[in-house]
């Protein structure tokens, strides 16, 4: 029941018949019982109806198979995606009369937002969410799955402000926990980490302690609270409900965050499960698939989805080889739930709760060798933001840590950039080679001083950049030649500093060129004006022979050289 890494499928099979519709309806019919006890579960997380847990998986996931770049995804209700919903739901102050509408126009929200995105191939926003951050946010969150199945596991409703202080209540009042729903959670929880134990069985652990202990509670009428005594669930497939639409302003922003932690999920299941004809998935259409999902799912009386990493290893370890896979989950799910869903009313709430413990620690355990490359990492950046985060999880509502997050993720891409400069000296030698050295600390006078500037794509290098370069001050009659093949676009800041250092060098009676310029820096240096100051007769293109501008400038130097030294005599 947790996203963790799985094999790639199989994409060597020829047989005909297995590429046909039975792997899929084996594996769809698998996906679909597994959906069962984590939808009802993920529901419960969230605090809805477990109803509409199961609903996720039925018209959401059709849709996205049918539509998602990586053909073999599977996207469905997480338990990030659930915790992330109830943060929305409580922070928004949603009423139980706005319910379950609210709910539906947080799904419709979430598919907007990722098909936007996917549309504008924003695929890669992703990958600003760092490794650091989404390990603090995921353990976070965990924790909190845990401790948020205190009422299910003991038959006791803890008060508080918040959930230390529900947890601190909790554990203050033993003696009103109820000993008949203890004994049964922490069966379940043995129950099925011993399964999980079993090779075979791993896989379909959730579903077996569903059903057995279900048949033992009800069959011996233990006395513990079922889900039927908290919502109803009919033999019928999701009827057509539209969203609340008055309700988008008040739910915009929270529903962002959770497109974020569904988008931040999915990003890697590309990577993990490839495309069976070798394709290269793109991760903006898996936004779009994604998005269309979600919108499809929102008139259908789902909740929000995404990609799952667990879900995925289901389908394909069951033999999905093409996108008949997530159909076939859709389509068993749903006449499952057709024929079978009252069912689930009997389904004891403490199994459920069970059932999310071992969710968490799993959670938890699959990210400690992630917590632990961090620290050994030594980066005291990424550490403090997987730290900030995963407190902040614990602390604040969800949908702000998921910005939070974000923003550590960003302020760190950004620091990190902005140490990505390196000035070296180009040394001519004496066979015509090139040798690269430190820079020097000085510029030298009547000389060629050849300068090769890397990473100043952005404008917070400039600075770096005025101090890493070797001082102007007292240098006469030198030729600076500044090489920067490695800027793939100037800033105006870049702009400035170049026109700043061309008028030094100009007042010492030195010469600045530019070389291996390439066309987009050439022509804002042209729009600028900057051109004219530095001479359009000193700037040299780059071109694709290598060395090419590098070898012109060395040239245009020495004859400049010349020249001052005739001129001085």
Do not use: C
């Amino acid at each position: 029941m947790t996203d963790t890494a799985i094999s790639s499928p199989n994409t060597t099979e020829t047989k005909p018949q297995r590429q046909g519709f039975v792997p899929n309806v084996i594996s769809g019919l698998a996906t679909g019982l597994f959906s069962i006890p984590e939808g009802m579960a993920y529901a419960q997380l969230a605090g809805v109806n477990p109803v509409y847990g199961l609903y996720s998986g039925i018209v959401s996931t059709l849709v996205a198979s049918l539509s998602t770049g990586t053909v073999l995804m599977m996207s469905t209700l997480t338990s990030a995606i659930a915790l992330a919903t109830a943060s929305v739901l409580q922070v928004s102050g949603i009423q139980d009369s706005q319910m379950p509408q609210a709910l539906f126009t947080i799904t419709f929200l979430v598919g907007t937002s990722m098909f936007v995105l996917g549309i504008f191939r924003l695929g890669s926003i992703v990958n600003f969410v760092s490794n650091a951050v989404m390990t603090g946010f995921v353990a976070g969150a965990s924790l909190l799955i845990i401790l948020g199945q205190e009422h299910h596991l003991t038959g006791y409703s803890p008060v508080g402000a918040n959930q230390w202080q529900k947890t601190v209540n909790w554990l203050q009042n033993v003696s009103q926990w109820d000993g008949t729903t203890v004994a049964v959670s922490v069966a379940v929880i043995i129950f099925m980490v011993v399964l999980k134990r079993v090779r075979a069985l791993e896989k379909f652990a959730p579903i077996i302690v569903l059903v057995v202990a279900s048949l033992v509670v009800n069959f011996f009428h233990i006395q513990t609270e079922l889900v039927g005594s908290i919502a109803t669930i009919p033999n019928s497939l999701p009827m057509l409900i539209l969203p609340n639409f008055s309700l988008i302003p008040t739910l915009a922003l929270g529903s962002v965050s959770v497109a974020l932690v569904a988008l931040a999920q999915g990003a890697g299941i590309s990577t993990a499960v490839p495309n069976p004809d070798g394709s290269k998935a793109s991760q903006s259409r898996d936004f779009v698939g994604e998005g269309l999902g979600n919108l499809a799912g929102s008139f259908f009386q789902s909740m929000a989805t995404g990609g799952s990493l667990s879900r995925t290893g289901i389908s394909v370890g069951a033999g999905a080889n093409s996108r008949l896979g997530g159909v076939f989950a859709g389509l068993w799910l749903g006449l499952i739930v057709l024929l079978f869903g009252s069912y689930a009313e009997k389904v004891p709430l403490a199994v459920i709760g069970g059932m999310l413990v071992v969710v968490g620690i799993e959670l938890i355990v699959a990210r400690v060798p992630s917590a632990r490359l961090v620290l050994k990492t030594s980066d005291w950046g990424s550490i403090a933001a997987m730290a900030i985060t995963f407190f902040s999880a614990l602390f604040i509502p969800l949908q702000f840590t998921i910005f939070l997050g974000a923003l550590l993720s960003l302020l760190l891409y950004v620091v990190a950039s902005s140490h990505k400069l390196r000035v070296r000296q180009a040394a001519r030698l004496d066979d015509g080679g090139w040798e690269m050295q430190d820079a020097p600390t000085e510029l030298k006078s009547h000389q060629a001083n050849i300068l090769v500037v890397q990473g100043l794509d952005f404008f917070a290098e400039v600075p770096v950049l005025e101090d890493a370069l070797p001082t102007a001050r007292g240098v006469t009659g030198a030729v600076v030649v500044l090489i920067i093949r490695d800027m793939q676009h100037i800033t105006s800041t870049a702009i400035r500093f170049m026109e700043r250092f061309v008028e030094q060098l100009q007042a010492n009676g030195s010469l600045l060129i530019l070389a291996d310029v390439n066309p987009a820096v050439l022509s804002a240096l042209d729009r600028s004006g900057a051109l004219e100051a530095i001479g359009a007769e000193n700037v040299i293109p780059a071109t694709n022979r290598i060395l090419a501008a590098e070898e012109t400038a060395w040239e245009m130097a020495q004859k400049w050289l010349q020249q001052k030294e005739t001129a001085d005599q």
